[in-house]
């Protein structure tokens, strides 16, 4: 773990991922240049480091680096999020004005993005998190996740998810926040049942 704390807090990796949160928070960032660059992997993989460590993590000193970093990365994430929902909300406006609409590279955007969806349980666990801008951030990055991916990730209402659903929604009294929550756990649960359908379909004789 201190290996990792040290690999993931040094310098030269938060200047990469302050300076990666400045390029895709760029309105006119060429996005996929950066998913060429392997922007995806980058993100996934240094958000499950990272919320590793800061789970772990007591040092105050080092628990608001980490915070920082982590917020940083969250950020990344929504931002990636946010631009895959108006790619693939201006395909579906399109198709269905008639107009036509690029859907296919709407797809590709959720295909490419799709490893992201990995992150969810972490999101979840970050509800319940003490420190609110994480708590928020982590939100609305969770929220943007659902819409477009549903419950892709298994954990998404495993035991320790529900309780942090739970913590989230005794812990937080804004009636927003709580209304969010609410529709992301239903989005949830309605997409747990789909998949259960369909697999009690599969496995229904003919």
């Known amino acids: 773990m201190k ?6 807090l040094g310098t030269a990796m938060q200047s990469v991922i302050l300076l990666f949160n400045k390029l895709v928070a760029y309105k006119d960032a060429n996005m996929k240049m950066l998913y060429e ?25 080092g628990l608001k680096t980490t915070s920082n970093l982590l917020l940083a990365l969250i950020d ?4 990636i999020l946010n631009h895959t929902s108006n790619v693939v909300r201006s395909a579906l406006q399109a ?4 107009t ?4 296919q590279a709407a797809e590709e955007l959720l295909l490419i993005n799709k490893p992201l969806t990995d992150l969810i349980s972490l999101l979840i666990q970050l509800l319940s998190s003490d ?8 939100l609305h990055s969770l929220s943007l996740m659902v819409q477009l991916y549903g419950g892709e990730n298994q954990d998404s209402l495993s035991p320790e998810s529900v309780d942090s659903f739970t ?15 609410l529709r992301v756990i239903k989005r949830l649960v309605s ?6 359908d369909m697999q009690l379909a599969e496995k229904m004789p003919c």
Do not use: W
């Open 76 to 79: 990344i994430l929504h931002n």
């Open 37 to 61: 660059q392997g922007l995806v992997d980058l993100v996934r993989n240094l958000f499950i480091e990272t919320t590793a460590i800061y789970f772990e993590m007591d040092d105050k000193n």
């Open 95 to 98: 198709q269905k004005s008639g």
């Open 131 to 138: 420190d609110p801008d994480v708590h928020e951030s982590s």
């Open 191 to 196: 997409k747990g049942f789909e998949k259960l």
């Open 167 to 181: 913590e989230a929604l005794k812990c937080r009294k804004d009636p927003k926040h709580q209304k969010l929550l």
């Open 100 to 103: 036509g609409g690029d859907t």
């Open 3 to 8: 290996e990792q704390q040290n690999n993931v």
